[in-house]
């Protein structure tokens, strides 16, 4: 039925914001330990049209420069699916990129999860959630989350999801992402010689509910005194100092919390009030793409 197949499967990824990011440790096989809570966004999101095909393998097409074709996540989630389960469902995969990449809002995580997603259901019921979720985690860090809809706070080394409601110090999200790709490993790196960190060492041993200095941009927020600090900003904005002035302006123009996601190159800002995104949104569309939207605080 499928080889006649014209009119492709559509599938939307989503992206993510980290809101707070504190280096815990470090494991000795090189792995950061995290404290972060992850808040899933609609937008901004990549596109994947998927067709059927005879053959037991998976083909994708990018036109983005930067994407490998032939090892990306969309073929890790096909080959850690089929060797976990022993299908190889022949599929033919257009990825059209809605997310920037090295924008810190896990875009290659997204896909993958997708991908997964749609490998479950054309699996006809032979492969469970927890089977799904054992073979995301195998694909990389981050991919479970993205099998969920909700916020979560993640440890370990991004694996460990917790469900969390969030009392935030506003709703509005304004999303600056600035024309920049940030390599997710440099800004470890980085983070690494700064503080001294050795593979195996216990880090500085510190997670989101620890108090601290903290001022606007790190306010702590929510009953479980959540902070919005990312430890990643202290290696990425000295080489990248335009990310450093997104965040600056976004608390200039009133947001309550502003910090950059991930290892950059976004930023956000949380406002109390839409006329206050929209006042921002405004004032920073002429220098950076940005985008409004309200969030969800989940459970």
């Given at each position: 039925?499928?080889?006649s197949?014209?009119?492709?499967?559509?599938?939307?990824?989503?992206?993510?914001?980290?809101?707070?990011?504190?280096?815990?440790?470090?494991?000795p096989?090189?792995?950061?330990?995290?404290?972060?809570?992850?808040?899933p966004?609609?937008?901004?999101?990549?596109?994947?049209?998927?067709?059927?095909?005879?053959?037991p393998?998976?083909?994708?097409?990018?036109?983005e420069?930067g994407?490998?074709?032939e090892?990306?996540?969309?073929?890790?989630?096909?080959?850690?699916?089929?060797?976990?389960?022993?299908?190889?469902i022949?599929?033919?995969?257009?990825?059209?990129?809605?997310i920037?990449?090295?924008?810190?809002?896990?875009?290659?995580s997204?896909?993958?999860?997708?991908?997964?997603?749609?490998?479950?259901?054309?699996?006809?019921?032979?492969?469970?959630?927890?089977?799904?979720?054992?073979?995301?985690?195998?694909?990389?860090?981050?991919?479970?989350?993205f099998?969920?809809?909700?916020?979560?706070?993640?440890?370990?080394?991004?694996?460990?999801?917790?469900?969390?409601?969030?009392e935030?110090?506003?709703?509005?999200?304004?999303?600056?992402t600035?024309?920049?790709?940030?390599?997710?490993?440099?800004a470890y790196?980085?983070w690494?010689?700064?503080?001294?960190?050795d593979?195996g060492?216990?880090?500085?041993?510190?997670?989101?509910?620890?108090?601290g200095?903290?001022?606007?941009?790190?306010?702590?927020?929510?009953?479980r005194?959540?902070?919005?600090r990312?430890d990643?900003?202290?290696?990425?904005?000295p080489?990248?100092?335009?990310?450093?002035?997104?965040?600056?302006?976004?608390?200039?123009?009133?947001?309550?919390?502003?910090?950059?996601?991930?290892?950059?190159?976004?930023?956000?800002g949380l406002f109390q009030?839409?006329?206050g995104a929209e006042?921002?949104?405004?004032?920073?569309s002429?220098?950076?793409?940005?985008?409004r939207?309200?969030?969800?605080?989940?459970?």
């Open positions: 039925m499928h080889a197949q014209t009119a492709p499967i559509r599938l939307k990824a989503g992206c993510k914001i980290n809101y707070g990011l504190a280096i815990t440790g470090r494991r096989d090189g792995y950061h330990l995290l404290d972060s809570i992850f808040i966004l609609d937008e901004p999101a990549d596109e994947l049209l998927v067709w059927r095909q005879e053959e393998a998976i083909k994708v097409r990018c036109a420069e994407v490998d074709e090892d990306n996540t969309l073929v890790r989630a096909w080959r850690k699916f089929r060797d976990a389960t022993g299908l190889a022949g599929l033919r995969v257009e990825l059209r990129k809605g920037p990449w090295g924008a810190g809002l896990g875009g290659g997204s896909d993958a999860a997708c991908l997964l997603r749609l490998l479950q259901t054309l699996a006809e019921g032979r492969v469970d959630e927890a089977a799904l979720l054992a073979i995301a985690a195998r694909v990389g860090a981050d991919v479970p989350f099998l969920q809809d909700a916020p979560m706070r993640v440890t370990g080394i991004g694996d460990v999801l917790e469900p969390v409601r969030l935030l110090p506003g709703r509005e999200l304004v999303l600056v600035p024309k920049l790709a940030v390599s997710t490993p440099w790196q980085t690494d010689k700064l503080c001294g960190q593979a060492s216990g880090g500085n041993e510190k997670a989101l509910t620890k108090s200095a903290e001022d606007k941009d790190s306010s702590l927020s929510g009953s005194g959540l902070t919005a990312n990643l900003e202290m290696a990425v904005f080489s990248y100092p335009e990310i450093a002035e997104a965040k600056d302006r976004l608390l200039s123009l009133g947001a309550a919390v502003a910090s950059m996601s991930g290892s950059g190159s976004s930023v956000f009030d839409s006329a006042r921002a949104c405004e004032a920073l002429a220098v950076w793409p940005v985008r939207m309200r969030i969800c605080t989940g459970m």
